[in-house]
């Protein structure tokens, strides 16, 4: 696995690939292989990187509400790089396009990739500060923590009448033309921009245009000339016009010094050597689109890459460089990108039947569907096909190849006699097993028991109690387990935390709440996120009285006696186990404390209420409640699960089933 490292830009910064690929250089010249990777590429798709998403897509799925789409696509195409390109530091080249919402979206990419930051500002004073700050403030805990520094790119570029940097076809003292001057900013110690670990100066050639990208921006075509002929500024005066001008004009000139000239309003004809573009635009829309050209780099741009590569490596700190070449030792942080994405993919690989007893609920069905499509598991939908599948067309979706359906009418009788096998010693007869098989929650944990299905999903429409009380009958727990408890997957902005017990045990004892701790950090562990137990409730450390404090705090000594290779502290109040600044002054020291990643609450009544706090105020996807304990994989939903809670389960339990 690659280490990440991403640069985001702040403010009015814009143009930012020579820093990506500069830095991207150095560490190559350090002995560390680094490559360029781009989340989002704003430039046509004929020269867009293979792995990034075109902006055009990345505009569609999220006008239709599909961001967490967009991440896990960004993230398996992370992933494919990393496969492909063997690069030992990924540089990740944050998007610059303000329609994204782009402080935000930056921020989740960050999380998903699990990356190290780099801000990247146009200037090194009170704005540039302040504009870094805010946008920071949408990067949480985890990634605030993870600033490595800022890098000051252009600061000496000219701008335009709006006061923002002007970088593509600019014109510039360098090629002739003079810039427009910047403004004065006034820097005091205070408010300097701090930890600046790399200043590289604007360079026109970083941004010099060929006549085929400056002909594709006009919708028009290279009529003569080499398409390969680059510009850095525009003039419309033939006779000022330098070597490296795009010369915009309505007439053919009879000569000009012009590399490049743009015929407008349908004129045609040759200038002497120059690359010539035509075209029936005006000239006032052609100098319009020109001014609108975004200052990306197209990714069969080699020359172009090579030198900006070349010109910003050495402005990158040594101190820096020597880190990033280094091991990257910190646990990966699991955000909720990447943890659907390691669902999915282990749930595809496990291929596995999941029984769902609601098999014509709405939500149910629609999850069916969106299970099947993507190949997480074969969804085994219990109930009349017709009535399903009229079901489905209500919700808009299809059931095709990939979901199976069982009509519990035709095949109940089949388990009456293994039922009343397995439960004679309670008592159970035939009638009384015909009587409980009427529950497609009990025919689907007898078609379990005879391994014909993999695991089940149910609790759209049943209780808790509906849900486990077959399973717990006739499958029961596994070997070792002293109680099933229940936990919920709760997918936070950065990091995807562990909540136990919100759905079972009513109010366990101490004992039980090691178990329960035990498990949960087990469970975590399996899903790759970094287990530290926070025995939570409403004091921290000795700073509070009552019942629930001698609790926790004697729950948390039993879980060190019994596992002490689990990070366990408490009792801790909530914020001091998610807070590091409310963790240094509530629990200094703390090997949990600020960083908790696994919750365990006193009782149910607690853990119920703040995972349902959490998840409608917040708005976060909660997969569960898994059960710990089982035999076999049989998971409960919350009679208020969405679509994509089920889907998640379904997921979920796939996965629990390869560990049975």
């Not at 830095?23 to 990034?52: H, M, N, W």
């Amino acid at each position: 696995m690659s280490r990440s490292v991403m640069l985001i830009p702040v403010a009015k910064a814009q143009g930012i690939f020579p820093a990506t690929l500069g830095l991207a250089q150095a560490l190559t010249d350090k002995g560390a292989k680094a490559e360029v990777f781009r989340p989002i590429y704003g430039c046509c798709e004929k020269t867009c990187s293979k792995y990034s998403v075109p902006l055009s897509e990345a505009v569609k799925l999220l006008g239709q509400g599909k961001r967490s789409e967009l991440l896990e696509t960004i993230l398996a195409n992370f992933k494919r790089f990393e496969s492909e390109t063997g690069a030992k530091v990924a540089v990740v080249e944050g998007t610059e396009f303000n329609l994204l919402d782009r402080d935000a979206l930056n921020a989740e990419i960050c999380h998903a990739l699990d990356a190290d930051l780099l801000t990247v500002t146009p200037g090194d004073c009170a704005r540039a500060t302040a504009f870094t700050n805010i946008s920071l403030s949408s990067y949480g805990n985890a990634g605030k923590d993870r600033v490595l520094g800022a890098v000051v790119l252009n600061d000496d570029a000219p701008l335009d009448s709006a006061g923002n940097p002007r970088l593509v076809l600019s014109g510039c003292a360098h090629c002739g033309s003079s810039c427009a001057p910047r403004p004065a900013c006034s820097t005091s110690k205070a408010d300097a921009l701090q930890n600046v670990v790399a200043r590289i100066a604007f360079d026109p050639d970083n941004y010099a245009l060929r006549a085929s990208e400056i002909a594709a921006a006009l919708n028009a075509k290279v009529t003569s000339g080499d398409p390969a002929r680059r510009g850095h500024r525009v003039d419309f005066d033939a006779a000022t016009a330098k070597q490296k001008s795009v010369l915009v004009t309505s007439s053919v000139p009879a000569s000009t010094e012009a590399g490049i000239v743009v015929l407008c309003d349908g004129a045609e004809g040759t200038v002497g050597d120059a690359t010539v573009i035509c075209t029936k635009d005006s000239v006032w829309n052609v100098a319009k689109a020109l001014a609108d050209v975004p200052a990306v780099l197209g990714a069969d741009d080699t020359e172009r890459a090579g030198h900006a590569a070349d010109t910003a490596k050495g402005a990158f700190d040594a101190a820096l460089i020597e880190k990033l070449a280094g091991p990257c030792e910190r646990f990966p942080l699991m955000s909720p990108a990447a943890f659907r994405l390691k669902l999915t993919e282990l749930a595809r690989a496990a291929h596995k039947r999941i029984a769902l007893p609601e098999g014509d609920e709405p939500r149910t069905v629609a999850a069916a569907a969106i299970v099947a499509a993507q190949n997480i598991a074969v969804p085994v939908l219990f109930g009349k096909k017709d009535k399903i599948l009229a079901v489905a067309k209500e919700q808009g979706v299809t059931l095709g190849e990939g979901v199976e359906f069982v009509d519990p009418e035709e095949i109940r009788m089949n388990y009456v006699d293994r039922l009343v096998e397995l439960r004679q010693k309670k008592g159970m007869t035939r009638e009384g097993a015909i009587e409980m098989l009427q529950d497609n929650v009990a025919l689907a944990t007898m078609m379990i028991e005879r391994n014909e299905v993999d695991g089940l999903v149910s609790g759209a429409v049943h209780t808790t109690a509906n849900t486990i009380r077959p399973p717990l009958q006739i499958i029961k727990t596994a070997p070792g387990a002293k109680l099933v408890s229940a936990i919920f997957f709760m997918l936070m902005p950065e990091q995807v935390y562990v909540y136990g017990d919100c759905a079972l045990c009513i109010k366990p004892t101490a004992d039980e709440l090691s178990e329960i701790a035990i498990q949960s950090a087990d469970t975590a562990k399996a899903f790759g996120i970094d287990p530290k137990v926070a025995m939570v409730t409403y004091s921290t450390m000795n700073s509070g009285k009552g019942e629930d404090v001698d609790l926790m705090k004697e729950a948390t000594r039993l879980v060190r006696e019994k596992r002490p290779d689990i990070a366990v502290d408490g009792p801790l109040q909530y914020d001091a186990a998610v807070m590091p600044n409310v963790a240094a002054q509530k629990a200094p020291g703390s090997p949990v404390a600020g960083k908790a990643t696994v919750f365990i609450f006193p009782t149910l009544s607690t853990g119920n209420t703040v995972y349902k706090a959490v998840q409608r105020s917040a708005g976060l996807v909660s997969i569960g409640p898994m059960l710990q304990g089982m035999r076999r994989p049989v998971n409960d939903l919350s009679r208020g699960a969405l679509v994509d809670d089920i889907v998640y389960t379904v997921a979920v339990t796939a996965i629990q089933a390869t560990q049975c």
